[in-house]
């Protein structure tokens, strides 16, 4: 089970952004190899970033086909890149807050042990009003 399944059946506005996505990316690229003094590969970027748009024009099937297709090429990308940030965040973040509110004696459950208690419950005030029974949260 992914977590973003792929879409098989792309709709006509969403091929439409993939193709004006596609263009500006590889236009971007096309520009900055330009200016770093590469014309021959602008060119070819410039006619990759052309190839998308006028694909969708003339055929919406052959586009439908490509984006499929990076769909299931970026798809284990995605899921490796959202691993690893959930592991960064977890043992960057959570864990060294955990662990510096441990070391500070925060227990907000009061689960510390006690050797002296008979038991570790604790009373609960109820309201006996029948009131009560409509504010149930």
């Known amino acids: ?17 993939f193709a004006g996505a596609w263009l500006a990316l590889l236009a971007t690229l096309a520009l900055v190899l330009w200016l770093k003094g590469q014309p021959s ?8 970033a052309a190839m998308m748009p006028l694909l969708g024009l003339f055929s919406s099937k052959a586009l439908r086909a490509v984006f499929v297709l990076a769909s299931l090429l970026t798809l284990p990308i995605g899921w490796v890149v959202s691993l690893a940030v959930l592991a960064v965040v977890y043992f960057l973040v959570v864990t060294p807050i ?31 009003d029948l009131e009560s029974y409509f504010r149930q949260y």
Not at 1 to 17: E, F, N, Q
Not at 41 to 48: E, M
Request: net charge positive; charged share 20%.
């Open 1 to 17: 089970m992914t977590l973003l399944p792929i879409d098989w059946h792309p709709s006509g506005r969403k091929l439409a952004v």
């Open 41 to 48: 590969a602008a060119a070819a970027c410039l006619a990759a």
């Open 98 to 128: 955990g662990l510096l509110l441990r070391t500070a004696g925060y227990d907000p459950l009061g689960r510390r042990f006690d050797p002296q208690a008979n038991s570790y419950w604790l009373p609960h005030k109820t309201d006996d």
